[in-house]
Nanobody, 126 residues
Framework: QVQLVESGGGLVQAGGSLRLSCAAS????????MGWFRQAPGKEREFVSV????????YYSDSVKGRFTISRDNAKNTVYLQMNSLKPEDTAVYFC???????????????????WGQGTQVTVSS
């Protein structure tokens, strides 16, 4: 089992920034990718970004590209999501997720991930 705990959410004005963290514990894997998703009220869970096991590759949804940056620190078993130029439409619960994968590919479907955190609320006021 892998436990994921997100933190860093909160209330911010439009144009502001937040940095989310996701700490992993429990069973560790030599290769896995980590993703961020978000879910707004009444909407489906939406892919935000994903990063390879060594941090060398990443991918973003069009809605956040150029504003958000994903990174990871494997020594700390932690993945980060730096969110800049936030917009009200970024308001959602943000989840991190882990998929055990021995090679890099973009995985954007939430159903493909193996472990999930409990989520952290991000609210952007206009």
């Amino acid at each position: 089992q892998v436990q994921l705990v997100e933190s860093g959410g909160g209330l911010v004005q439009a144009g502001g920034s937040l940095r989310l963290s996701c700490a992993a514990s429990g069973r560790t894997f030599s290769s896995y990718i980590m993703g961020w998703f978000r879910q707004a009220p009444g909407k489906e869970r939406e892919f935000v970004s994903v990063i390879s096991w060594n941090g060398g590759s990443s991918y973003y949804s069009d809605s956040v590209k150029g504003r958000f940056t994903i990174s990871r620190d494997n020594a700390k078993n932690t993945v980060y999501l730096q969110m800049n130029s936030l917009k009200p439409e970024d308001t959602a619960v943000y989840f991190c997720a882990v998929k055990v994968l021995a090679y890099w590919r973009v995985v954007a479907g939430p159903e493909e991930y193996d472990y999930w955190g409990q989520g952290t609320q991000v609210t952007v006021s206009s």
